[in-house]
């Protein structure tokens, strides 16, 4: 296993459509995390899912956004009638509980 | 209200100099801190993990130290080389079960 995957690496979108990334993380991992990073800004936590389970929402995360984890394996990151404002970059982190987390190279998002 | 800050301005130094930088934090209990580099328009690097119980730890030229009493982690990096020019992320995890993070410091190491 290489590490933690993300699909796609760009983006690029109209503004009112909507668009779905995919993260497969680190096999033996059990914990997936989605953040959204802005330029000159940390990664911004958005959910987070121990195996199946999706066990905390960021409040900032309207619901346009949606994820899942079918399986506990690979997850996957929708938002629905995207807005110039959801441009940025999507990240996705795995580790095991509690121990080294380790990021995918993200997604650029780019809404037009 | 609950706080990370890095230091908000970039970092010049000297090539074989030591670089320090800060990442202070309140109104969290953190398990652990971690550490992260970021190049531009890339994820971040998983660098180093210090936890509540630890006073310093050492990877190759990085060194961290995590003084709950301050609520700091100081992260150095000793000989610094123009390839060591990056943003710089700490990151903790909270007792929440997961990783916040501050905003960077933007690293460059000058030949």
């Known amino acids: 296993d290489t590490g933690v995957s993300q699909d796609p690496r760009h983006k690029i979108t109209k503004r009112g459509q909507n668009v779905t990334f995919r993260c497969d993380p680190i096999?033996?991992?059990?914990?997936l995390y989605w953040y959204r990073q802005t330029l000159g800004q940390g990664p911004e936590f958005l959910t987070y899912?121990?195996?199946?389970?999706?066990?905390?929402k960021s409040r900032l995360l309207s619901d346009r956004f949606s994820a899942e984890r079918p399986k506990g394996s690979f997850s996957t990151l929708e938002i629905q009638r995207t807005e110039q404002g959801d441009s940025a970059m999507y990240l996705c982190?795995?580790?095991?509980?509690?121990?080294?987390?380790?990021f995918g190279q993200g997604t650029r998002l780019t809404v037009v | 209200s609950q706080k990370i800050e890095q230091n908000s301005e970039a970092l010049n130094i000297q090539e074989g100099k030591t670089a320090t930088l800060t990442c202070n934090y309140t109104?969290?209990?953190?398990?652990?801190l971690q550490w992260y580099r970021q190049d531009p328009g890339r994820g971040p690097v998983f660098l180093l993990l210090?936890?509540?119980?630890?006073k310093e730890k050492r990877k190759e030229r990085l060194k961290v130290t995590f003084d709950t009493t301050l609520k700091q982690s100081l992260f150095h990096i000793t000989a610094s080389q123009p390839a060591d020019s990056a943003t710089y992320l700490c990151?903790?995890?909270?007792?929440?079960?997961?990783?916040?993070f501050g905003q960077g410091t933007e690293l460059s190491v000058k030949p």
């Open positions: 982190a795995s580790s095991l509980a509690e121990g080294e987390t380790f």
């Open positions: 096999s033996e991992h059990n914990r």
């Open positions: 899912f121990q195996n199946e389970a999706q066990l905390e």
């Open positions: 109104n969290y209990s953190p398990a652990y």
């Open positions: 210090i936890r509540e119980n630890e």
């Open positions: 990151a903790l995890y909270n007792q929440g079960g997961k990783l916040i």
